[in-house]
T-cell receptor
Framework: AQSVSQHNHHVILSEAASLELGCNYS??????LFWYVQYPGQHLQLLLK??????LVKGIKGFEAEFIKSKFSFNLRKPSVQWSDTAEYFC???????????FGTGTRLKVLA | EAGVAQSPRYKIIEKRQSVAFWCNPI?????LYWYQQILGQGPKLLIQ????????DSQLPKDRFSAERLKGVDSTLKIQPAKLEDSAVYLC???????????FGPGTRLTVL
């Protein structure tokens, strides 16, 4: 079965620290890749997405992600986190052609002021 | 633009009772999704509609769960009878078409006692 792995379940950082959250998927075909974020008390919302083209994708609020096809990875990065980045982050993979989405288990990020 | 609407926001029932959730997607969005999110896990796709047809319901427990999307707009998800393990947040999402960015509603938190 296809799967999405997020290895970091809980991450605690101080403000201004750099962030990298891992995401690996198992599907070998064409994929669309997403990172969603859920701030406390809010809906899931899109952070960034990759469909094709430049494998380095920039999203909102200074986040970026890099698609490395050979590693089946789509890691999320931010050079300097803020307290307001405290949230839960979900990686999602959409299998091209089937439109089926699979979400990772999420990473809960806490940024200390 | 108005977001995805869901109701109720919270529901507490006893096991073996029935419950229904309602979702109104963003206007013009052809694809509608229902997800189940159990505490500590990522969203799990239950069913996906394209207009009023079912695209994928492979993970829907059909002995107790049912869903419909009449006229390709609103959708309802029903559980009958509920079990303790159905306690979760039920998320509705919509997208312009399958494979694209999803917009999520606030979810319905179901507690089965």
């Amino acid at each position: 079965a296809q799967s999405v792995s997020q290895h970091n379940h809980h991450v605690i950082l101080s403000e201004a620290a750099s962030l990298e959250l891992g995401c690996n998927y198992s599907y070998g075909g064409t994929v669309n890749l997403f990172w969603y974020v859920q701030y406390p008390g809010q809906h899931l919302q899109l952070l960034l997405k990759y469909f094709s083209g430049d494998p380095l994708v920039k999203g909102i609020k200074g986040f970026e992600a890099e698609f490395i096809k050979s590693k089946f990875s789509f890691n999320l990065r931010k050079p300097s986190v803020q307290w307001s980045d405290t949230a839960e982050y979900f990686c999602a993979v959409n299998e091209g052609g089937t439109y089926k989405y699979i979400f990772g288990t999420g990473t809960r990020l806490k940024v200390l002021a | 633009e108005a977001g995805v609407a869901q109701s109720p926001r919270y529901k507490i029932i006893e096991k073996r009772q029935s419950v229904a959730f309602w979702c109104n997607p963003i206007s013009g969005h052809a694809t509608l999704y229902w997800y189940q999110q159990i505490l500590g896990q990522g969203p799990k796709l239950l069913i996906q509609f394209q207009n009023n047809g079912v695209v994928d319901d492979s993970q829907l427990p059909k002995d107790r769960f049912s869903a419909e999307r009449l006229k390709g707009v609103d959708s309802t998800l029903k559980i009958q009878p509920a079990k303790l393990e159905d306690s979760a947040v039920y998320l509705c999402a919509s997208s312009l078409y399958g494979g694209n960015e999803q917009f999520f509603g606030p979810g319905t938190r179901l507690t089965v006692l």
